[in-house]
């Protein structure tokens, strides 16, 4: 079955930097759109960064110039280098995968927390 496991979150000063991972298993990742979104206490969650088949990228506005997302298909691997981290990055970073003529799915998200 699809699998999506987030590494790399955690504790990080504001002006820091993190890179998470999200490992996939149990589709053909090269013809997934991968993506990061997050969600804040209290708040939806929103889209952070995607990334197509094609190496298309878009990110939210708030994340523009400090974020970079990028895939690995030979290690089934999309990453988020997070630079230049602000308080207000505070939330749990969901990978999400859409997979052509299938579902979407989710993983279970890691906590990113930046202090002030």
């Known amino acids: 079955q699809v699998q999506l496991v987030e590494s790399g979150g955690g504790l990080v000063q504001a002006g820091g930097p993190l890179r998470l991972s999200c490992a996939a298993s149990g589709f053909i990742f090269s013809i997934a759109t991968m993506g990061w979104y997050r969600q804040a206490p209290g708040k939806q969650r929103e889209l952070v960064a995607r990334?197509?088949?094609?190496?298309?990228?878009n990110y939210a506005d708030s994340v523009k110039g400090r974020f970079t997302i990028s895939r690995d298909n030979a290690k089934r691997t999309v990453y988020l280098q997070m630079n230049s981290l602000k308080p207000e990055d505070t939330a749990v970073y969901y990978c999400?995968?859409?997979?052509?003529?299938?579902?979407?799915?989710w993983g279970a998200g890691t906590q990113v927390t930046v202090s002030s």
């Open positions: 990334i197509t088949s094609g190496d298309s990228t």
């Open positions: 999400h995968a859409r997979i052509p003529r299938r579902d979407d799915y």
